[in-house]
């Protein structure tokens, strides 16, 4: 695919911190890669990989909060893995954010390319069940979206073969699925923090990030959870701390 025939619009994120290009049509960026960049951590001289970077909203929200950070953008579509390269000039880190269009879950050509032994792990994975929900004609916006059988399964053993012992894994899913994350990360991580996310404080949790230690110990903790709105639907100072101040979430905390 050429970056070309996509129609693209250039946006502001993090309170206009990030400026993205990224198609008109398909997935959009929204909160979801934001909140996970804000859970995700991260020190100078560290190395992320995010898997499934999409046009690079989570892995460059992250550096821009972490000076330093080395950051790898790995996209499967060409067009978007080139648009997530561009983003990273866009916003002065080429330095130290660059992109490669591979699938996420081929650890073996990931490392071909270099990329190993890495510090952390971020994903913002298809979590959508395709069996349930009735999913989008768009092929990039269904891709984005729909996780088809065992793929978290591969999504996370990529993961454990990318990172480091005691290297971080973080991602974010469906909060009714919750079960399901900590039952695909038992065989590798431990040490699994999970934070909740409500849409509104008298409604169930529509998303978990969750974070996890690659031979990592200890009993799991469950962190104070994010609420996004008020009752009366604005966004509460918390939400807007996170999403638009550059703030983290204390699920990052080691």
């Known amino acids: 695919m050429r970056t070309d025939v996509l129609e693209t619009s250039e946006d502001a994120v993090l309170g206009g911190r990030l400026r993205l290009r990224q198609p008109l049509r398909g997935h959009r960026v929204g909160h979801d890669a934001i909140l996970l960049a804000a859970a995700t951590g991260g020190r100078a001289g560290e190395h992320a990989v995010d898997l499934g970077a999409g046009v690079g909203a989570a892995g460059l929200a992250l550096a821009a909060r972490v000076a330093g950070l080395k950051v790898t953008l790995v996209e499967i579509d060409p ?9 990273a000039q866009l916003n002065n880190m080429a330095d130290r954010v660059s992109a490669i269009a591979c699938d996420a879950e081929d650890a073996d050509a990931l490392a071909t390319a270099g990329i190993g032994n890495v510090d952390r792990v971020l994903m913002n994975t298809p979590f959508h069940d395709a069996t349930r929900q009735n999913l989008s004609p768009d092929p ?10 065992g793929l978290l399964r591969r999504w996370v053993a990529s993961a454990a073969q990318l990172l480091k012992p005691k290297g971080v894994l973080t991602l974010i899913w469906r909060a009714a699925a919750l079960a399901e994350v900590q039952r695909e990360l038992a065989a ?3 040490g699994i923090g999970v934070l909740p996310v409500y849409p509104r404080p008298d409604a169930p949790a529509i998303r978990v ?3 996890a230690v690659k031979s990592g110990g200890g009993a ?8 996004l ?7 509460t100072a918390a939400a807007e701390a996170v999403l638009r101040g550059g703030g983290t979430l204390n699920i990052t905390e080691t």
């Open 79 to 87: 067009a978007l893995s080139a648009l997530a390269s561009g983003n």
């Open 188 to 190: 590798e991580f431990g």
């Open 140 to 149: 990039r916006r269904r891709l984005a979206h729909a996780a088809v059988p």
């Open 229 to 235: 709105n008020d009752q009366n639907g604005k966004p």
């Open 209 to 211: 990030l969750v974070r």
């Open 220 to 227: 799991g903790v469950t962190y104070p959870g994010l609420i």
